[in-house]
C-alpha cells in the first residue's frame, strides 16, 4: 500500500507504505495547540515505511518537550511527520490523509478539553497505553486570569490573546482545507465579532497563509512553534478562533459537523451533534 498526502499549501508531501503499527487521538494540551483542534491524531509507522516525496526546504521544528520536537510547514502551518523523540519510528498526522487506519485509543482523556466530549467505544487512556513503553510529559497548570475573559496562546508563548465576548457559533468543520490546515480530523471554530480578540503578547510573530483559490480561507499560525491563532477578518467583520488554543474554559461547545461530505475516511463520528454535508445557510 503506499497512502500519500501533503500539507496545506502542497510544498510537503510524503507517503507511508504499510498501514500504522499504532493511530492515537492525543488529547493533551501541547497537541491542542498545535493543532489547534480538539485532538491531534498520529499514526506511527517504522522508519523504513516512510518516505518524503518532495524537498523539506520549508519545514520549521519546534522542541516542545524534553521528548519531543515538532515539525510544521513554515509556509501554511500545516503539522508534518517528525521522527519519534522516544522510540524508533516515525510520527504522522492522520488528520493529511483522507484515508487510512482508524484510531485505535483515545490517549491523554484526562486532558481533554472542556468544550469538547470524548464519545464512542474507543479505548480512553489518561496517558500512553503502557504497552507503548513511552512517557508522557507533565502539564504545567495556569493561574486563574480575569474574569470574563478567556484566555489563548500559541504552544511556545510568544503569542497570546484574549477573547472578551461570547461565541456567537462554535462548530467542527470537516473540509479538506479545514482538515490540511490542522492535520488533523477536524477544526474546531468559534466565531466573534472582530472586537471580540485583542492580542496582548506577539502579534508581530504571526504568519499568514491564504489559500490562492480561496474567497476567505487563510491559517495563521505562530512563527516559532506552529500554534494555529485566531484569524481577523475584516471583509466579513468577525474573527475565527481555533479552539484548541483556548487556556480557559471558553463555557461553549461546539453545536454541529458541518462538511461532512468531505470528512476524512478514517474518521467516525460518535456525539449525536447535527451533521450538514457542506455549510448551512443559516
Known amino acids: 500500500m503506499k497512502n500519500q498526502a501533503s500539507c496545506l499549501c502542497g510544498s510537503v508531501q510524503w507517503e507511508i507504505t504499510a498501514e500504522p503499527f499504532n493511530a492515537f487521538n492525543c488529547h493533551c494540551k501541547m497537541c491542542r495547540k498545535a ?10 509507522v517504522k522508519p523504513e515505511q516512510f518516505n518524503w516525496l518532495s524537498d523539506t526546504d520549508t519545514i520549521m521544528h519546534y522542541r516542545s518537550s524534553h ?3 515538532r515539525s510544521f510547514c513554515g509556509t501554511c502551518g500545516s503539522v508534518v511527520p517528525y521522527p519519534s523523540g522516544q522510540k524508533d519510528h516515525w510520527v504522522v498526522p492522520g488528520g493529511c490523509h483522507d484515508d487510512g487506519k482508524k484510531s485505535d485509543c483515545h490517549v491523554f482523556a484526562a486532558h481533554s478539553a472542556p468544550w469538547y466530549d ?13 504497552y507503548t513503553g513511552m512517557k508522557r510529559v507533565e502539564e504545567e497548570p495556569l493561574e486563574p486570569g480575569p474574569e470574563g475573559i478567556v484566555r489563548g496562546s500559541c504552544l511556545c508563548g510568544t503569542v497570546k490573546y484574549q ?31 472582530m472586537d471580540g480578540v485583542k492580542f496582548v503578547l506577539g502579534e508581530e510573530c504571526l504568519a499568514y497563509y491564504k489559500v490562492p483559490d480561496a474567497k476567505y480561507f487563510m491559517q495563521v499560525f505562530c512563527k516559532t512553534c506552529g500554534s494555529k491563532m485566531p484569524r481577523l477578518d475584516p471583509d ?18 461546539p453545536v454541529r459537523h458541518i462538511y461532512v461530505d468531505y470528512m476524512a475516511k478514517w474518521y467516525e463520528i460518535t456525539d449525536d451533534l447535527p451533521v450538514f454535508n457542506e455549510e448551512p445557510t443559516s
Not at 166 to 187: E, G, I, S, W
Open 236 to 253: 466579513r467583520g468577525i474573527a475565527v478562533i481555533p479552539f484548541g488554543g483556548l487556556d480557559d474554559d471558553p463555557e461553549a461547545k
Open 118 to 130: 470524548i464519545t464512542g467505544d474507543l479505548p480512553r487512556h489518561d496517558d500512553y497505553p503502557d
Open 35 to 44: 493543532h489547534g483542534s480538539a485532538f491531534g491524531t498520529y499514526w506511527f
Open 163 to 193: 477573547i472578551s465576548e461570547p461565541f456567537k457559533l462554535v462548530q467542527n468543520c470537516h473540509c479538506h482545507r479545514c482538515r490540511k490546515a490542522r492535520a488533523a480530523a477536524h477544526a474546531t471554530n468559534g466565531f466573534t465579532s
Open 67 to 69: 521528548l519531543l520536537t
